[in-house]
């Protein structure tokens, strides 16, 4: 699938470049994508069809930043909403990147900065992790003799504040396809106090928030799944699962195995090593954390820099302090004399707008 989504992706770079300096659209037939000179919706000929934002080859096992950061011109009836499902992101990601752009109508032509750039968490790179403060999950499936280390990256809905996702280490102890929910007692008596009574199960269907498929996890009645209701990946929504978008969900049963260890790790701050340039990204942290992590800062500073690659770089101490405190979870270079966050939003990629409003014709579009 990914194969095909890279050819994919490389026949429309040419087909875009042959159409110069005219103004080109993409509109959706019958499910597929198409190139249209006539539509509303332009491409202006310094944009190019996206980054493949979920799968990124590793050019080494110790490699901690990858992807890139993209901007989109919004259309008039976007939402983040629309654009999160279209990129592979979450909702909160683009509200974090994007301060003062109104979520729910960014506006005609507005750029929206696209997070799809990720410092690696620091843990070990086996099966799945999941950072609950950056909403995300990486997997790092086993290689095959002589193929390159991965990485596969989704957003995730977490747990609510009063209903948080655990941390700590645990393994997929099952799998399921199409499952039945059993609800919680608990989850039954706090819907029946909302005035919204759930009964004890609720059967396969477009009305099961588990949607088509799930992963059940050592810690009991905690799951990786999909949902009937996608515009909350990314968010703080659920009673302590994590929810994924339902193509993504699907794609990740197909890869993962029972047994396959879990790490659930919580890692607001982080940075990251990338072409000799220290990466450092930050999210605000979740509302039940009491950790310190401003305080913080200058030990994990001092611990990036013991890995430096020519031991003579520097950090830029006012970038660092405006990242803590900016919280865009971009990841922002740090080092004296290399470019800092402004200008490299500046010549950041310029993507195509592909949101569709058909989302699976958008997904056939990458895919």
């Not at 950061?69 to 259309?75: L, M, P, T």
Request: glycine share 8%.
């Amino acid at each position: 699938m990914y194969v095909l989504r890279l050819c994919l992706l490389a026949l429309l770079s040419i087909v875009l470049a042959g159409c110069g300096s005219q103004p080109t659209h993409l509109r959706s037939v019958d499910g597929k994508a198409s190139v249209d000179s006539g539509s509303r919706k332009s491409i202006r000929s310094d944009e190019r069809p996206p980054i493949v934002s979920d799968r990124f080859v590793l050019d080494s096992p110790d490699q901690q930043v990858v992807g890139r950061v993209q901007i989109v011109r919004a259309h008039y009836d976007d939402t983040f909403v629309d654009i999160a499902r279209t990129y592979n992101l979450g909702f909160d990601e683009l509200v974090q990147a994007n301060p003062g752009v109104d979520p729910w109508l960014p506006g005609a032509g507005t750029e929206v900065i696209l997070p799809t750039q990720f410092v690696l968490p620091d843990a070990p790179r086996i099966g799945i992790v999941l950072n609950v403060a950056a909403k995300r999950l990486f997997y790092f499936p086993t290689p095959e003799d002589g193929e390159p280390e991965i990485v596969v990256t989704y957003p995730i809905g977490i747990g609510r504040y009063d209903w948080a996702t655990p941390l700590g280490e645990t393994e997929v102890v099952s799998k399921a396809t199409n499952p039945v929910w059993y609800v919680p007692a608990s989850i039954r008596r706090e819907s029946a106090e909302a005035g919204d009574p759930l009964p004890a199960t609720v059967s396969p269907g477009p009305d099961n928030p588990l949607g088509k498929h799930v992963l059940g996890l050592g810690m009991k009645s905690y799951l990786l799944h999909g949902t009937n209701k996608p515009a909350g990946v990314g968010m703080r929504v659920s009673h302590g699962c994590v929810r994924l978008f339902p193509r993504d969900m699907e794609h990740l049963f197909e890869l993962v195995e029972i047994g396959l260890p879990v790490r659930i790790v919580n890692q607001p701050f982080i940075l990251g090593w990338l072409d000799g340039d220290l990466y450092f990204e930050a999210h605000p942290p979740l509302i039940e954390d009491t950790t310190d992590w401003q305080d913080l800062v200058p030990s994990l500073i001092t611990a990036a820099m013991i890995q430096q690659p020519n031991g003579q770089a520097a950090v830029h101490t006012s970038r660092v302090q405006n990242a803590a405190e900016e919280q865009l979870g971009l990841p922002v270079p740090v080092l004296k004399g290399t470019r800092n966050m402004r200008a490299t939003l500046r010549n950041a990629m310029r993507v195509i707008n592909i949101v569709t409003y058909d989302h699976l014709a958008a997904v056939q579009l990458i895919e």
